[in-house]
């Protein structure tokens, strides 16, 4: 069933108006976006139940403009979201409904939107969109000799929240759908970990979890950040952990996502299974190659990577039984690489740690349970100090 996105309001006296919400309601706009095929500025609220999404019009000859000049200031429309725009557009459609266009259009927060008319929806103008996958450009900061990619969301003033992928993942991919539910509360910085998506591999090819580390200073240098949030998920687990190791005043509270506490054989010979997979012609490697920018060589250093990590078995427990930062364990229950068994012991070994297990039954982020993971990450982070 649709769900409600947003409520869109269409407002003239901008500053007016975010200074009597913020009076009523406590907010402000997290993001403001121009959408040229609408001829409108928006201006995004979090009132934590829905979305508002004040409307500022570009044009004299904008809908939303005759709307103010016909109304003034008001209720605009009620935006529902569903899984797929054309879809929904051929229901309608057959029902006969009037769209006031052909297919979906752009709009704003990356969406694919359609309109009906209020004449048949009781005067209510009614929105349905889509999400897009996230097709962000990256932001390049300096690595020393090479670039590294970051993808910055949410307000600069909002607490900084790093994130980072998995093993032969990238940020748009992996992180893009979570970034879209947090960026209302949070400014978030997502990496490019060296050698994946548009990030460049180290000199000689080699990749290893101190790269990974010192990929998160570099980013947290270049933002400027004194300390922060860090979430990451399975081998991005690790790397938060090593992170909040080696920095702890740097680390305000950690969430690792399905991480690990062995890397055993089996599950070695697993992600190598995984990798090869992206060496056979089929959809899935053509998918990997489209997600990285130096797809072959990034397959040969991750296939050295993971044999490598066993040898630090040793070193990622101490890790995890010194680590005082407050961390929240978060796994599937039933990921089939990283079984509720190993989340129990990470539970218990980490010092000041809480546990959730969520419904799930793969180990893909981007197919997790994002809107369960998104809120208890945004309660999570938003406690005090533990
Ligand atoms: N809600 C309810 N009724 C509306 C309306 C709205 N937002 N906008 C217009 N109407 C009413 C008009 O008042 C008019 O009613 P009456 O005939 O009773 O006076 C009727 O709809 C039709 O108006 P119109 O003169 O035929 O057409 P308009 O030029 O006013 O355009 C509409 C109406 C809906 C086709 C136009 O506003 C439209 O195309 N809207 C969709 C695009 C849009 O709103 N974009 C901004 C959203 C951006 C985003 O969310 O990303």
């Avoid at 009597?20 to 500025?41: H, M, W």
């Avoid at 605009?76 to 006031?100: C, I, K, P, Q, Y």
């Avoid at 000041?352 to 197919?367: E, F, V």
């Amino acid at each position: 069933m649709p769900q409600l996105e947003h409520i869109g309001i269409a407002i003239e006296e901008v500053e007016a108006v975010i200074e009597c919400f913020n009076d009523l309601l406590g907010i402000r706009p997290y993001k403001t976006e121009s959408v040229a095929e609408q001829q409108v500025r928006t201006h995004f609220l979090d009132a934590k139940s829905g979305k508002l999404e004040f409307l500022e019009s570009l044009d004299e000859d904008s809908a939303v403009q005759r709307f103010l000049d016909r109304r003034g200031e008001g209720l605009h429309h009620l935006a529902f979201e569903v899984d797929d725009a054309d879809a929904t557009m051929e229901r309608l459609r057959a029902a006969e409904f009037t769209l006031l266009s052909e297919s979906p259009r752009p709009g704003a927060d990356d969406k694919r939107i359609f309109f009906v008319h209020p004449k048949e929806t009781h005067g209510v103008l009614v929105e349905f969109c889509e999400s897009t996958p996230a097709d962000w450009s990256p932001h390049y900061v300096s690595r020393g000799d090479r670039p590294l990619a970051t993808y910055e969301r949410g307000d600069e003033s909002a607490p900084p929240l790093v994130l980072l992928h998995g093993t032969a993942g990238t940020t748009c991919r992996d992180l893009g759908t979570l970034m879209r539910h947090l960026e209302s509360q949070f400014h978030l910085v997502g990496i490019d970990l060296s050698g994946h998506g548009a990030s460049s591999l180290p000199p000689g090819g080699t990749l290893t979890m101190n790269h990974f580390v010192e990929d998160v200073r570099t980013a947290i240098k270049a933002y400027d950040l004194s300390s922060v949030h860090l979430f990451g998920f399975s081998l991005g687990s690790a790397v938060a952990l090593q992170c909040a190791h080696a920095a702890p005043d740097c680390v305000k509270r950690l969430a690792l996502m399905s991480p690990h506490d062995l890397w055993s054989d089996s599950y070695v010979s697993a992600m190598k299974d995984q990798l090869d997979t992206y060496t056979l012609p089929s959809g899935q490697s053509e998918r990997f190659h489209a997600h990285h920018e130096h797809a072959d060589r990034l397959l040969s250093a991750l296939q050295d990577l993971v044999d490598a990590l066993p040898a630090q078995n040793d070193h990622l427990k101490e890790t995890l039984s010194d680590i005082t930062t407050p961390t929240l364990v978060v796994g599937l229950d039933e990921d089939p690489l990283i079984p509720v068994d190993t989340l129990l012991r990470v539970h218990e070994t980490l010092p000041n740690a809480r546990l959730s297990i969520l419904p799930g039954t793969q180990h893909d982020l981007a197919r997790g349970p994002i809107s369960h993971l998104s809120a208890l990450l945004k309660e999570y982070f938003s406690e005090g100090p533990a």
